[in-house]
């Protein structure tokens, strides 16, 4: 036996002692809750141990092929990993200060990355395939609790705003996406996984791989985000702007759709409703002028030894003032704490929105704050893509994370007074071998 | 033999050889070393920075007693922003500044202020002609510096750190533009005096036109790049034979002006245009039609923006990391600065000079299709149907131009399909020069 096993074995060993019942439900049959000292030294145990890097390859790995073998060497994988990975989040959170941990929405987090690491890491092995069938059910349910986990903690930074330095709330929520990013791709990989392996007999060949689609199309992504921003848009503001896609609309490539899905979407969120908005302002609320449409441009890798597909998505918004830009990026607290309409006395155009709290995010299904658009569509009950952290005021920073995971780029280039560029760089996962998750 | 007289008796001499090597530097080292506290003495004085506004201010209600201040005060700034560079280059490692073209820089330089801190004080129009005469020499001789400067950078550039070399340059160029803004200002100013120097069609003051039409100098620029006959030489050296340019659509806000030195804004432009030009050839050399460029301009608060976009492929290629490295000097950066053609067209470009205007290249495709370009050695270039050779000068100075009075140069590339570059001018005239002392 390797160090390396003998040491999963202790650590099973220790969760076993935790595990009352061996078949028990998450959220029924508790017979009695584990000590918490107990669960804080197996949280200290598993958070003293870095992940392992994970690359996407070897994920995607467990899928070529799908066997019934390797997907329980998926589940396996899944087991160890997702817990370590929660540790280091519990264990983030516990070393705040002190003051910022008893704010409430803190807290609530930290509960929840505690009890969703209890669960996992006290979890039996997993030898067969309903086992894994049930497993995957409540590996779902776990990912969708903590679908408002960045709300939260933002709210609670910016509860915490005199605690905290921006750059430090920064710095950690940034640590926070990154993780949940990574969580979320070898949860919902499996999750895939498993179902293809279902529905197999009955599906013909596929370029999915689990999450990852081998032919991704960023037109069709673009069309179909398209038309969801676009309803959205009409909804909220009466209008919308149509979407002209030039460049090379052909182009496939690797990629986690999901991913693609929610940068395009926050994007197109931003570009259209700076484009109603900004019309609005130029020619009055009942203008019958045709909107400036928004044009994305696609363009394919140029070469293997550059493998990133590029795209440009560039509207006639009215631009971000110079005093804005430096803020676009960031999550939304000030010291100030709320939107301060005097900051910005130009109206701050479509992406002042970035500043306001994400209160709305929050509310357990109330409207949110005045100043935020899209609370009104949250209100609304529609979700975007990856869950409710969408377009609350996080739209641009966390698509840059999501671009940014696989080793691609955002940038945003304005004509103060006429309109932005966003181009982004993403990287195709199947030259992305060692790309680390 | 003391080194002014040295210089002096070789300097008009039409077969003067320039000694290579020792015999003329140890002549001059001991004198030139103790020589050097009058160059201390101007060198720890600081330069007065000037704004465009006070540029203008200072030059509307020209006299005589106005233009005999305006003499003084550049008989005696120019020579402290020469010291400030000239000890720039003693501080350059020895072995850089013997090489023959830095040397030849420094020695214009000296000579240059050598004169100029002779020059007496100025009291009349008499003095002032004489003054505006040894201005003009003095901006002619220093044409080679460009060149020069560059050549001998790109040659040291194996022993210069990149930030340095970068650093350096940019002090050199921007110093130089400063001064011939300094010079030249003064040189129309006195020329214009007496004449009605508000000419309502052109209103200028001295170099800068108080109500400069920008798309005006958009469509120029277009007008010249695109009456060349001559064709494309790509980076294998073959030549794509002329089938015309592509169009340049203008859009935005087309009544945009604002003052601004004339000369400056269209180098940057032209040269803009021109790389655009070539890509989109390039790119396109087998289609029958060339896709336009679009020049969009724009009016924000402060600043006036032009952007740039072309189909030309993007900038990608494996001798950059990221655009911006196109303004570097360093081949570490740009590996193209050490290119043989590169080398070899800054070499011819050293001995006619280079003044970096429109009117300067523009006077060089004419001289070439006139006379043929009879210097040239192949029948090509003879016929005047070949390109000139790429000095690879046109961004970096567009960069420096367009930094001179706090605005901003970006490109960015759409690899595989075109280029953005974002030229960003401040409007308001209220910043001062970017020079640094």
């Excluded at chain 1, 145990?45 to 467990?62: E, G």
């Excluded at chain 1, 926070?176 to 999750?191: D, F, K, P, T």
């Excluded at chain 1, 398209?226 to 848009?233: A, D, T």
């Excluded at chain 2, 006139?370 to 192949?378: L, Q, R, W």
Aim: charged share 20%.
């Amino acid at each position: 036996m390797t160090l390396k096993t003998g040491l999963l074995f202790r650590i099973r060993a220790t969760a076993r002692s935790l595990h009352r019942h061996h078949c028990c439900r998450y959220h029924a049959h508790h017979i009695a809750e584990p000590q918490g000292s107990q669960l804080s030294q197996l949280l200290a145990t598993y958070a003293a141990h870095s992940p392992h890097p994970i690359t996407l390859s070897s994920l995607v790995a467990f899928g070529q092929p799908l066997t019934p073998e390797s997907l329980l060497h998926s589940v396996s994988y899944v087991l160890s990993e997702i817990p370590r990975r929660l540790a280091r989040r519990a264990r983030a959170l516990e070393t705040l200060p002190f003051i910022v941990g008893t704010n409430p929405h803190m807290a609530k987090t930290l509960k929840a990355y505690r009890d969703s690491f209890q669960f996992l890491a006290t979890y039996p092995r997993i030898t067969t395939l309903d086992e894994n069938a049930r497993f995957t059910a409540e590996l779902s349910q776990l990912v969708e609790s903590h679908r408002n986990d960045i709300p939260t903690m933002a709210k609670g930074f910016q509860e915490c705003a005199k605690y905290m330095s921006p750059a430090q709330v920064s710095k950690f929520l940034d640590g926070a996406i990154r993780n949940r990013i990574s969580v979320r791709l070898i949860a919902e990989q499996h999750i895939a996984l498993s179902r293809a392996l279902e529905d197999r007999p009955k599906s013909g060949p596929t370029s999915h791989y689990g999450i990852v689609d081998m032919a991704c199309s960023p037109a069709a992504m673009i069309r179909m985000c398209g038309e969801f921003v676009s309803e959205l848009c009409e909804a909220t503001l009466g209008a919308a702007p149509t979407i002209i896609i030039d460049g090379h609309p052909d182009t496939t490539f690797a990629y986690v759709p999901v991913h693609l899905e929610y940068i395009l979407t926050e994007i197109l969120k931003n570009a259209f409703r700076a484009t109603v908005e900004h019309h609005y302002t130029q020619f009055g609320n009942h203008s019958t002028r045709t909107l400036p449409p928004i044009t994305v441009t696609i363009s394919p890798p140029p070469s293997p030894c550059s493998p990133f597909l590029s795209f440009r998505v560039r509207d006639q918004g009215g631009g971000v003032s110079p005093s804005n830009m430096a803020r676009i990026f960031s999550y939304a607290f000030t010291t100030a704490g709320h939107s301060n309409p005097d900051d910005d006395t130009d109206g701050g155009g479509p992406y002042a929105a970035q500043h306001v709290g994400g209160s709305a995010a929050v509310g357990e299904g109330t409207s949110g704050g005045e100043g935020n658009l899209f609370g009104e569509i949250t209100g609304k009950g529609l979700q975007v893509g990856l869950g409710t952290i969408a377009g609350l005021g996080y739209g641009l920073p966390m698509s840059r994370l999501y671009a940014r995971y696989f080793g691609g780029s955002l940038d945003l280039f304005s004509l103060d007074g006429w309109g932005s560029d966003v181009f982004v760089k993403l990287r195709s996962v199947d030259q992305a071998g060692n790309a680390e998750i | 033999m003391s080194w002014q007289a040295y210089s002096f008796l070789t300097k008009n001499h039409p077969k003067a050889t320039r000694p290579t090597g020792d015999v003329r530097w140890s002549a001059i080292s001991a004198l030139h070393f103790y020589q050097n506290r009058q160059l201390e003495l101007y060198a720890s004085k600081e330069a007065r920075r000037l704004s465009l506004r006070q540029l203008v201010f200072f030059g509307r209600h020209m006299n005589e007693e106005r233009l005999i201040k305006s003499a003084n005060y550049v008989r005696t700034e120019l020579p402290i922003r020469i010291a400030h560079r000239i000890r720039d280059l003693q501080a350059l490692p020895y072995v850089i500044v013997t090489q023959p073209e830095i040397a030849k820089v420094y020695e214009l330089y000296w000579s240059a202020f050598d004169k100029f801190r002779r020059f007496p004080e100025i009291n009349n129009l008499s003095d002032n002609r004489k003054f505006c005469d040894l201005l003009e020499t003095l901006l002619d001789e220093h044409a080679p510096v460009i060149p020069n400067l560059s050549l001998g950078l790109s040659l040291c550039s194996p022993h210069v750190p990149p930030d340095s070399l970068d650093s350096f340059m940019r002090r050199m160029l921007i110093s130089r533009i400063s001064r011939r803004v300094l010079a030249e200002h003064h040189l129309a100013l006195s020329k214009s005096l007496g004449r009605h120097s508000l000419n309502s069609e052109d209103p200028r003051v001295g170099i800068i036109f108080t109500g400069l039409d920008v798309k005006h100098s958009v469509v120029k620029c277009a007008r010249l790049l695109r009456s060349r006959s001559h064709g494309i030489e790509d980076d294998n050296g073959e030549v794509i034979p002329n089938k015309g340019w592509p169009e340049v659509v203008v859009e935005g806000q087309l009544d945009t002006t604002f003052a601004y030195i004339r000369e400056h804004l269209e180098y940057i432009l032209f040269e803009l245009l021109k790389n655009a030009m070539r890509a989109t050839g390039l790119k396109h050399r087998h289609n029958t039609t060339l896709p336009p460029i679009h020049a969009t301009i724009v009016a924000g608060k402060d600043d006036v923006s032009i952007r740039i976009t072309d189909q030309g492929g993007g900038l990608y290629s494996t001798g950059i990391q990221s655009p911006s490295d196109l303004f570097s000097f360093s081949h570490v950066r740009n590996a193209t600065r050490m290119d043989d053609s590169r080398i070899g067209a800054l070499r011819s470009a050293s001995s006619r000079g280079v003044k970096a205007t429109v009117a300067e290249q523009v006077g060089g495709w004419q001289v070439m299709e006139e006379h043929g370009g009879s210097n040239a050695k192949d029948p090509e270039r003879r016929a005047g149907i070949a390109p000139h050779q790429r000095m690879g000068l046109g961004l970096p100075m567009s960069n420096i131009f367009a930094t001179y009075f706090g605005g901003s140069l970006q490109l960015v590339s759409l690899d595989g399909w075109g280029t953005d570059a974002y030229l960003q001018l401040p409007k308001l005239g209220t910043n001062l020069e970017g020079i640094e002392f």
